[in-house]
C-alpha cells in the first residue's frame, strides 16, 4: 500500500495528540471528574469557535478549483454547522444558556489567536491550505473520541457521555476522514517544499488545539483581564 500524505502528518502530531490524552481537562471528560465550569467555558469558546471554523470551510468551497471538491467542503460546512453545533446548543440548554448568549460569547485571546492563524493561511494560499488549516480539529477531536471510547464508563457518563459519543461516532468519522482524504489528494505532485509548508500548518493547528484545552482547564480569557479589572 502507498505511504499517504497523512501518515507523514500522523508521525508528526502522534507526540501532541498522544498528549492530549494526558491533559486534565480531555482526561476529566473521560473518567467523568472534570469540572462543570470547565466544560461550560469549553462549550462556550467552542462555539464561537466552530463560527470561525465554519468560515474557513467557506474559503474552501470558493477555492475549490471543482464541483467535487466544492461539495466536500459545503458537507463539512453542514455538519459543522448543524451536527457539532446542535451539541453545543444542547449542553447550553442544560446550563439555562441561550442560543444568542452563546453567539455573543467573547473571544479568549486562544481562540482568537487560533482561527485567526487557520482563516490568515486559508486566504493566503491554494485549497490545499484550506484543507491543512482543519484537519488538525476534525482528525484529533475524532482521535479523541474513539481514545476516550475505550476508557470505562466514559460513553455513558450522564454528562459527558454525549461529547465522546459524538466524536467517536460514525458520522463525525467520516467527517474526518473526508479531510484525511481531501489533504492527500491535493497533497499528490506537491514539491517536498509545498509539503513542508502543508505539514507546518498542521502542526501549528495542533499546538492551537493543545493551547485551547488549557485555555478551558484554565478557565482564560485574556492576560490583561487582572490589568484592566484593577483600573475599573
Known amino acids: 500500500m502507498s505511504v499517504q500524505?497523512?501518515?507523514?502528518?500522523?508521525?508528526?502530531?502522534?507526540?501532541?495528540w498522544e498528549a492530549y490524552l494526558e491533559h486534565p481537562?480531555?482526561?476529566g471528560i473521560g473518567?467523568?471528574?472534570?469540572?462543570?465550569?470547565?466544560?461550560?467555558?469549553?462549550?462556550?469558546?467552542?462555539y464561537v469557535y466552530l463560527i470561525e471554523y465554519?468560515?474557513?470551510?467557506?474559503?474552501?468551497?470558493?477555492?475549490?478549483?471543482?464541483?467535487?471538491t466544492m461539495t466536500m467542503f459545503a458537507d463539512l460546512l453542514h455538519g459543522t454547522l448543524h451536527m457539532e453545533m446542535d451539541l453545543h446548543r444542547e449542553y447550553a440548554a442544560k446550563f439555562g444558556i441561550t442560543n444568542e448568549e452563546l453567539e455573543a460569547t467573547e473571544p479568549s485571546e486562544t481562540m482568537t489567536?487560533?482561527?485567526?492563524?487557520?482563516?490568515?493561511?486559508?486566504?493566503?494560499?491554494?485549497?490545499?491550505?484550506v484543507i491543512a488549516a482543519?484537519?488538525?480539529?476534525?482528525?484529533?477531536?475524532n482521535y479523541i473520541g474513539k481514545e476516550l471510547a475505550k476508557w470505562p464508563g466514559a460513553l455513558e457518563h450522564e454528562f459527558y457521555g454525549d461529547w465522546v459519543r459524538m466524536y467517536a461516532s460514525d458520522e463525525f468519522t467520516e467527517l474526518a476522514e473526508m479531510?484525511?482524504?481531501?489533504?492527500?489528494?491535493?497533497?499528490?505532485?506537491?514539491?517536498?517544499?509545498?509539503?513542508?509548508?502543508?505539514?507546518?500548518?498542521?502542526?501549528?493547528t495542533s499546538k492551537y488545539e493543545y493551547m485551547f484545552w488549557d485555555m478551558a482547564e484554565n478557565i482564560s480569557?485574556?492576560?490583561?483581564?487582572?490589568?484592566?479589572?484593577?483600573a475599573r
Not at 500524505?5 to 501532541?16: C, E
Not at 489533504?183 to 501549528?204: F, M, Q, T
Request: contains cysteine; proline residues 3%; glycine residues 4%.
Open 134 to 141: 482543519v484537519l488538525a480539529c476534525a482528525w484529533s477531536y
Open 113 to 129: 489567536s487560533y482561527t485567526s492563524y487557520m482563516l490568515n493561511v486559508a486566504q493566503l494560499g491554494g485549497v490545499e491550505n
Open 25 to 27: 481537562f480531555v482526561k
Open 179 to 204: 479531510c484525511k482524504r481531501l489533504i492527500n489528494e491535493y497533497a499528490e505532485g506537491k514539491s517536498e517544499a509545498e509539503l513542508k509548508r502543508l505539514e507546518e500548518i498542521v502542526v501549528n
Open 221 to 230: 480569557m485574556w492576560p490583561t483581564d487582572h490589568i484592566e479589572a484593577a
Open 5 to 16: 500524505f497523512t501518515d507523514r502528518l500522523w508521525q508528526r502530531v502522534k507526540p501532541i
Open 54 to 68: 465554519s468560515r474557513v470551510f467557506a474559503i474552501g468551497s470558493a477555492k475549490a478549483p471543482d464541483l467535487k
Open 31 to 46: 473518567e467523568g471528574t472534570l469540572d462543570k465550569e470547565k466544560f461550560k467555558h469549553y462549550m462556550k469558546q467552542d
